[in-house]
């Protein structure tokens, strides 16, 4: 199935949105410490980690809020997704979707919340935040197929978590197998389970270590 560059890219447009929007979520914790509301917060009975598990799902809740809402805005706009798919497919791979978006979402805003606990000024969260999404946007399948991609820089791709994200949201919206500027992109279920567990674990670990983080930070 040829598809046109818009759905190819549209994909990567949703990828980068979660990236972005959850890399600089921990922003806003930056002040709260800064400003004292934190170390009220903490002073309360509640239990240190369900901050950091409301604040979770806040965010998986907003991503996925946005995700929908570019998916259906690109389909009004012309984008193919789910085409030829049977009713019972469309709600299997919007679920499939929105399990990809959540991993995503949650390890990411984890490691933007554990660098708001560790960085006192603005300035220092916003250079690192940024030193992080740019390298993870364009070695990424976002906006041109791994196949397109030099040998060693295909390989870096394949460790970026945002590969796998957009490899999940491409399965399940576009299908396992499409051709798009003069390329073929193939897909197998293995290759999925293997990119969604890639980031489950991967969201899990973040999540221990943010934990972790709010347990042993002084809140002054």
Known sequence: MEVSYLTFMCAGIIGATILFTNIFGGFFLLFDRNWGILREIMA????RRNIIIGIGCAAITKSWIQSVTILVFGMILGVTFFVGMSPLR???SVIGFLLFVAAFATAFLCISLTIALRIDSPEG????S?????????????LYPLEGLPPLMGTIALLNPLTHLITGIRYCTIGEHFSSIGMEVMYNSTEVLFSFLYLAIFALVMFTITLKTVEKVEIT
């Open 44 to 47: 309360s009975p509640l239990p």
């Open 90 to 92: 469309i709600i299997i």
């Open 125 to 128: 969260f916003q250079g690192i």
């Open 130 to 142: 940024s030193l992080l999404t740019m390298p993870l946007f364009f070695l990424s399948n976002s």
